[in-house]
């Protein structure tokens, strides 16, 4: 089976060399033809330029005259200055994040957290200040300790 | 590859933004504010993607020419407001060169009056010229690019560029010579 494809193959290869040669070597005549006629379309174009060369200048001295009545924007172009799109990504963090509700946000949930946390894992600045405080004689809870510790805890 | 600085940038800009309109202006069939329009266009992308113009592999200009084709083509879109643009000012137009020509009195100045009317005729002819006809036109004739930099800006074979400036130059002969009979 191999053998008679490789047969097939090479009777076909046989069949069709010829054909490629043949192919060849139109084609190479088809080059130098189409080398030929480019050859000799460049020099009708050539000659058909010199002789419209009245047509051309008078279409030149109409271009130059629209390009001079023309009014060009005076533009400078500067090296390494960031688009605006640019500018807005490089802010500082702190600014681009910022919104009042944040802020409100972050003080809520301070306040939250200071007041739900129990008093023995408080500072030891905030329970001597409430040691010393005269509410704490009152057995009072101490109000101003608690905003102390809930802004400690928001900043 | 040598990366394009702002003055040389600024400097090709001064050398080559009257022309690079003015191509525009003859392409859009004499838009002005859309060739101005243009102009900044071009030459925002030209800056923007400057990193990608090697001077080894062509010059400024053909780069230049080949991304204002580009946007040229988007512009092709404007035909109907361009073609109301001409038909009007055309018709703006005649009364006053029939003035004109009432109040030309020297023959010096009728010879130029005449030698200006042929030019509009003449430019009028390569704004009714087929796009394709047109574009290889104002490339090799206005913008006096080499046939092989027309080629390149316009991605078409060099064969194409000489048989479309044959057609070209055969047209607008045989419309200035049925202008002068």
């Known amino acids: ?155 | 590859m040598t990366r394009l600085t702002a003055d040389d940038f600024n400097r090709l800009y001064r050398e080559h933004a009257r022309r690079a309109q003015g191509f525009f202006l003859r392409m859009t069939g004499g838009d002005a504010a859309l060739a101005e329009d243009l102009t900044q266009e071009l030459f925002t992308r030209l800056w923007e993607h400057r990193d990608g113009f090697d001077a080894r592999q062509g010059t400024f200009t053909t780069w230049m020419f080949s991304v204002a084709y580009n946007l040229c083509k988007n512009a092709y879109r404007h035909r109907d407001v361009v073609a109301a643009w001409s038909a009007e000012t055309m018709a703006r137009n005649e009364p006053g060169d029939q003035a004109l020509s009432a109040a030309a009195v020297s023959p010096a100045a009728d010879a130029a009056l005449d030698r200006r009317e042929q030019r509009e005729q003449l430019a009028a002819a390569v704004r009714s010229l087929p796009d394709g006809i047109r574009e290889v036109f104002l490339l090799r004739y206005m913008e006096e690019l080499p046939i092989g930099d027309v080629a390149r800006v316009l991605g078409i074979p060099e064969g194409t560029v000489k048989s479309r400036s044959f057609t070209a130059l055969t047209t607008l002969r045989e419309k200035m010579k049925r202008l002068t009979d």
């Open chain 1, 1 to 155: 089976m191999i053998i008679r494809n490789k047969q097939e193959r090479s009777v076909q290869e046989t069949d069709y060399q010829p054909d490629v040669r043949e192919f060849d070597r139109r084609l190479a005549s088809h080059e130098v033809a189409a080398d030929q006629l480019g050859a000799g379309r460049m020099d009708q174009l050539s000659q058909l330029e010199a002789s419209s060369i009245d047509i051309l200048a008078m279409l030149r001295e109409q271009r130059d005259e629209e390009n001079e009545r023309l009014v060009v924007q005076e533009r400078t172009f500067v090296d390494d200055v960031p688009s605006s799109a640019e500018t807005v990504v490089r802010m500082p963090k702190l600014r681009r994040g910022l919104s009042p509700w944040w802020l409100v946000a972050a003080v809520t949930a301070g306040f939250v957290v200071g007041f739900a946390m129990p008093r023995s894992t408080r500072s030891a600045s905030s329970a001597s200040r409430y040691t010393l405080t005269a509410d704490s004689l009152h057995g009072r809870s101490l109000a101003g300790g608690d905003v102390n510790m809930a802004l400690l805890v928001t900043f």
